[in-house]
């Protein structure tokens, strides 16, 4: 497995178990504050068993691309990036 460098620091594995804790609890806590996202255009609710990925795209500015189906939505959350990041932390 490789190690993810950044300048002379070395941060541990990023493993897909704990990608998949951290969106889960990420998605859990602010399923609330997502619910309410549209996007001009997409139909709502169309096939919600497709597989959903989030990608933190900029921690400082919390910024997120959301995937699902053919579909991707960004959004900006600090609190939500920060969360996701404890969590994957404690995984």
């Known amino acids: 497995m490789?190690?993810?460098h950044s300048g002379t620091r070395a941060f541990s594995r990023l493993?897909?178990?704990?990608?998949l804790i951290a969106a889960t609890v990420g998605v859990g806590v602010s399923a609330a504050?997502?619910?309410?996202?549209?996007?001009?255009?997409?139909?709502?609710?169309?096939n919600d068993s497709e597989?959903?990925?989030?990608?933190?795209r900029d921690a400082k500015k919390g910024?997120?691309?959301?995937?699902?189906g053919g579909s991707r939505v960004t959004l900006?959350?600090?609190k939500l990036a920060e969360k996701?990041?404890?969590a994957a932390k404690r995984g």
Do not use: M, Y
């Open 51 to 56: 597989p959903l990925v989030l990608s933190l």
């Open 33 to 46: 504050g997502v619910a309410g996202l549209s996007v001009a255009g997409e139909k709502g609710g169309s």
């Open 15 to 19: 493993t897909r178990r704990r990608v």
């Open 76 to 78: 900006t959350d600090k």
């Open 84 to 86: 996701l990041l404890k």
């Open 63 to 68: 910024t997120f691309d959301v995937f699902s």
């Open 2 to 4: 490789s190690r993810v």
